[in-house]
C-alpha cells in the first residue's frame, strides 16, 4: 500500500518537475533570460509550492516504507 502510494506520489513530482518551465537555450547558461530570483505569481506559485508539498511527501512516505 504504501510502496504503490509512493510510485503515485513520485509520477505527480516528475510531472511538477518538467512543468515548471525555466529560461530555455543557452541564453539562460550564459545569464540571460531573467533573474535568478523572480517573483512567481499565480498559477507558477501554486506549481512551485505543490512541488514543495509533493517533495515531502515523497521524503516521508520514503522513510515510511524503509521503517515497514
Known amino acids: 500500500m ?3 502510494l509512493q ?3 513520485s509520477i505527480i513530482l516528475i510531472v511538477l ?5 525555466r529560461s530555455g537555450g543557452l541564453s539562460g ?3 540571460g533570460g ?7 505569481r499565480g498559477l507558477e506559485k ?3 509550492q505543490a512541488t514543495i508539498v509533493t517533495a515531502v511527501a515523497f ?3 520514503a522513510v515510511v516504507n524503509l521503517i515497514i
Open 29 to 31: 547558461a550564459f545569464g
Open 34 to 40: 531573467g533573474a535568478p530570483f523572480e517573483t512567481r
Open 17 to 21: 518537475v518538467l512543468i515548471q518551465e
Open 59 to 61: 521524503f516521508v512516505l
Open 46 to 48: 501554486r506549481m512551485y
Open 7 to 9: 510510485v503515485i506520489v
Open 2 to 4: 504504501v510502496t504503490a
